[in-house]
């Protein structure tokens, strides 16, 4: 093993500010505090204004790339971070997202070694709504057949090399860049997927308009259709978990025309 290798960090943790600037110091606080030393972090913002990253400023010297974008899409930020990650896998984080233990590294670390490189390291995460009470969902293959998309990306690790052979992430999708990915590794003959019971980042709950709700729905119908065909979009169309959307809506709707 060449001392390139040897020298790679095992992840490159890249930070997406998009929002909730005032929220990165967490973020990254989570990330310094990590026993385990290999990794590095780059943090893309899309705004040059000091009063928006001045969360940033007791970082900064822990911080290997700090780079400005003008573009706010999804998909090519994370491409901007892919372009400039040197380490064996990626992880995305956004501002108020946090490694919820010291040790969360120091676990993938021995998880990598102990399954020989895997290209998708898939954690269970705490799926959040507005009207109830977080809920951790564990993902496997079975999970997804049943109707059920790995979201989100942030309990998601990648090998870099992976998603580079694959052409990176596709901007065409404007929210689900990373939905499509793991469809993609999904495919893959030789793929090594691994799921994971535990929790390992936690999320600020940032309430998303209906837009955006509409346009992920939309997005996930068009890369199933893509990856998969017409029946298996249909097929997953039928099973989808249609109750709790009906359910949060109604929520919505109470909370809206009935609470004090």
């Given at each position: 093993?060449?001392?390139?290798?040897?020298?790679k960090?095992?992840v490159s943790?890249?930070v997406?500010?998009?929002?909730?600037f005032h929220?990165?110091n967490i973020?990254?606080?989570?990330i310094?505090?990590?026993?385990?030393k290999?990794f590095?972090?780059?943090?893309i913002?899309?705004?040059?204004?000091?009063?928006?990253?001045?969360m940033?400023?007791?970082?900064?010297?822990?911080?290997?790339?700090?780079?400005?974008s003008?573009?706010?899409?999804?998909p090519l930020l994370?491409n901007?971070?892919?372009?400039l990650?040197e380490?064996?896998?990626?992880?995305?984080?956004?501002?108020?997202?946090v490694?919820v233990?010291?040790?969360?590294?120091?676990?993938?670390?021995?998880?990598?070694i102990?399954?020989?490189?895997?290209?998708?390291i898939?954690?269970?995460f705490?799926?959040?709504?507005?009207?109830?009470?977080?809920?951790?969902?564990?993902f496997?293959?079975d999970?997804?057949?049943?109707?059920?998309i790995?979201?989100n990306?942030?309990s998601?690790?990648f090998?870099?090399e992976?998603v580079q052979?694959l052409?990176?992430f596709n901007?065409?999708?404007?929210v689900?860049?990373?939905f499509?990915?793991?469809?993609?590794i999904?495919?893959k003959?030789?793929k090594k997927?691994?799921?994971s019971?535990r929790?390992?980042?936690?999320?600020?709950?940032?309430?998303r308009?209906?837009k955006?709700?509409?346009?992920?729905a939309?997005e996930n119908?068009?890369i199933?259709y893509k990856n998969?065909?017409?029946f298996?979009?249909?097929?997953?169309?039928?099973?989808h978990?249609?109750?709790?959307?009906?359910?949060l809506?109604?929520l919505s709707?109470?909370?809206?025309?009935?609470?004090?």
């Open positions: 093993m060449d001392k390139e290798h040897i020298d960090p095992i943790i890249v997406l500010l998009r929002d909730f929220l990165a973020t990254m606080k989570s310094v505090d990590q026993t385990e290999s590095e972090i780059i943090v913002s899309t705004t040059e204004q000091k009063r928006a990253l001045v940033l400023k007791p970082y900064m010297d822990k911080i290997k790339t700090l780079e400005y003008k573009e706010e899409s999804l994370m901007k971070g892919l372009k990650s380490g064996k896998y990626i992880h995305f984080l956004f501002s108020g997202d490694l233990s010291k040790y969360v590294l120091s676990y993938l670390k021995d998880l990598i102990e399954k020989k490189d895997p290209q998708l898939s954690c269970a705490l799926r959040r709504d507005e009207f109830l009470n977080p809920e951790a969902i564990g496997s293959f999970y997804f057949r049943r109707g059920k790995p979201m990306i942030q998601c690790w090998s870099i992976t052979k052409k990176n901007p065409r999708y404007k689900q860049p990373g499509d990915m793991i469809c993609k999904f495919l003959k030789d997927v691994i799921f019971n929790v390992l980042t936690d999320y600020q709950f940032k309430k308009p209906s955006l709700i509409l346009l992920k939309f119908l068009k199933i998969f065909g017409l298996k979009t249909i097929y997953w169309w039928a099973i978990d249609h109750f709790r959307m009906l359910k809506f109604m709707l109470k909370r809206a025309f009935w609470s004090p």
